[in-house]
């Protein structure tokens, strides 16, 4: 092959790449701009409920305005069809939240679409200080770490040492210099471009994760060999799984900086001292808090890339545990007699012999099985029924039953219309012990309904109760001024019911 030819071969391979399909397709906008929506900057994952209707109705928005939108292989423009074929596409990706929900997140190719259009739709220059500065301080940092000789690296952390002594004394000496906003603007236009590059470098290792373990799954079950030489095996590739690949290695080296909580902490500082910059004011709100939130982005794909490969660690333990070897082989060993049976047949027979073959084998005949055996204890005659003691209750009476009843409304209503006390609980304290039962103050509050003392709750006093064993027991409760006129003669004059029992019903309570 010419050299022609290759560059062909290799122009071709990056084309058919999803991220440039996304780019390239007449559709191309309405896509990205779904994304862009449905996907904000702080939103990683959708449910796929809400992910299908929220696309419905912004290809639904788009369609109506004239943009050219998307349709299905079946012309559909449903959310589910269109979240199904980009699923297909390696735009979308499909996977289980934590609660057991279905969820919708973006690969890798399609958040460096994102970025790439991001950074084309942002007015900024290509060469700038802040670019060029930090591509210097980079390859010095580099290069000191790559010097072998210890006497040339002792000169150069000398020099910084000046360096730095030289900054603090003019920085004593008051001559602090500012940065003007279009600088500070450079530096954080540089910044963000980096920034917006995390989620798809993050997304892409996770996907690197994800191909190493379906890789890995299925190199276990095409497995004939001895279960100890698998684990041994699988193992190891587990502990060197992150450095086989070279997304592993990059984030390997990046997870050992990120892990380091004082870092992170001083990065969180850095750029609240950069937001608190003059020029930060003309940023907005959306830029703002994109640039704040560096940090969580930074967790948040450390933590998708260690669930992914928690996930294939669970999951090789899970294939480990549940392989079964001597059934493996008894399934090759019967597999293998059919095809040597086949193998006979073929070279027994002609291309138009038809041999009967049943396609479930046959039922066998089993014989009933005891399935029961005799137990003495089944024939058993029940114990016989013991006569109840009598003596085991004491004897009730009428009255005992009557302490242990509901409240006396009758020796109540009396208590308050002949006292000479004030006061509600001054009367109820007239009663005698047996009458003073905490049930009594139900029937205290029933006669003292729709007296405005009472409803008000003006007064609140403690009401000592007596209980039927003789404990006392105190409760607080509204009081009501008892007057010539007490609640129950008023009652009685305005015509409500009596509710001074009969003699039936007072033998009917007695009795109770």
Not at 162 to 167: P, Q, S, V
Not at 402 to 419: C, I, K
Request: with cysteine; proline share 6%.
């Amino acid at each position: 092959m010419t050299d022609v030819d290759l560059e062909f071969a290799r122009v071709r391979a990056v084309l058919d790449r999803p991220t440039l399909r996304l780019m390239s397709r007449p559709t191309s906008a309405a896509v990205l701009a779904v994304f862009r929506t449905v996907f904000d900057r702080d939103v990683q994952y959708v449910p796929a409920d809400r992910m299908h209707l929220q696309v419905e109705e912004h290809v639904a928005r788009l369609q109506a305005t004239g943009a050219r939108v998307p349709a299905s292989e079946q012309h559909e423009h449903t959310g589910r069809a269109l979240c199904r074929e980009w699923v297909a596409a390696q735009w979308l990706v499909r996977s289980n939240s934590p609660d057991g929900d279905e969820q919708y997140s973006l690969t890798s190719h399609a958040l460096e679409a994102l970025s790439l259009m991001d950074a084309l739709s942002s007015d900024r220059a290509l060469i700038s200080e802040s670019r060029l500065a930090m591509i210097v301080d980079a390859v010095h940092r580099w290069a000191a770490r790559a010097e072998p000789d210890p006497d040339v690296q002792i000169r150069r952390i000398d020099a910084q040492i000046a360096e730095l002594r030289a900054e603090r004394e003019r920085l004593e000496q008051g001559d602090v210099a500012t940065v003007d906003d279009a600088r500070m603007r450079d530096g954080y236009t540089n910044i963000s471009d980096l920034i917006r590059q995390l989620p798809s470098d993050f997304k892409r290792v996770e996907e690197a994760v994800a191909t190493m373990h379906r890789s890995i799954v299925e190199d276990f079950r095409q497995e004939v060999r001895p279960i100890g030489e698998i684990l041994d095996d699988y193992l190891a590739r587990t502990d060197a799984l992150m450095e086989a690949t070279p997304e592993g290695r990059a984030f390997e080296g990046a997870f050992e900086l990120l892990r380091d909580d004082a870092l992170l902490l001083r990065l969180r500082d850095d750029i609240a001292t950069i937001l608190s910059h003059p020029f930060a004011d003309s940023l907005g709100a959306a830029e703002r808090r994109a640039f704040r939130n560096t940090v969580s982005i930074l967790r948040q794909g450390i933590e998708d890339v260690l669930a992914q490969r928690r996930q294939l660690t669970a999951t090789l333990r899970d294939q480990i545990v549940a392989h079964d070897v001597v059934r493996d082989r008894e399934l090759d060993a019967v597999i293998r007699s059919i095809n040597r049976g086949l193998a006979t047949w073929m070279d027994q027979g002609s291309a138009r012999d038809r041999l009967p073959i049943g396609l479930l084998p046959e039922t066998a005949e089993v014989g009933t099985l005891r399935e029961r055996f005799y137990d003495p204890d089944n024939e058993s005659v029940p114990p016989p029924i013991e006569e109840p003691d009598d003596d085991v209750f004491d004897d009730l009476d009428v009255e005992t039953l009557r302490r242990h009843g509901g409240p006396l409304l009758t020796e109540l209503r009396a208590a308050l219309r002949f006292a000479e006390a004030d006061s509600s609980d001054a009367a109820f304290h007239g009663l005698p012990p047996e009458q003073r039962r905490p049930v009594e103050l139900f029937g205290l509050a029933h006669l003292l309904t729709g007296h405005q003392d009472f409803e008000a709750a003006a007064h609140v006093a403690e009401h000592r109760t007596v209980r039927p064993d003789g404990s006392p027991v105190t409760f607080r409760m509204p009081t009501a001024a008892l007057t010539p006129g007490t609640p129950a003669d008023r009652q009685d004059a305005a015509g409500a019911p009596d509710t001074t029992p009969t003699t039936d019903d007072q033998d009917g309570q007695e009795a109770r």
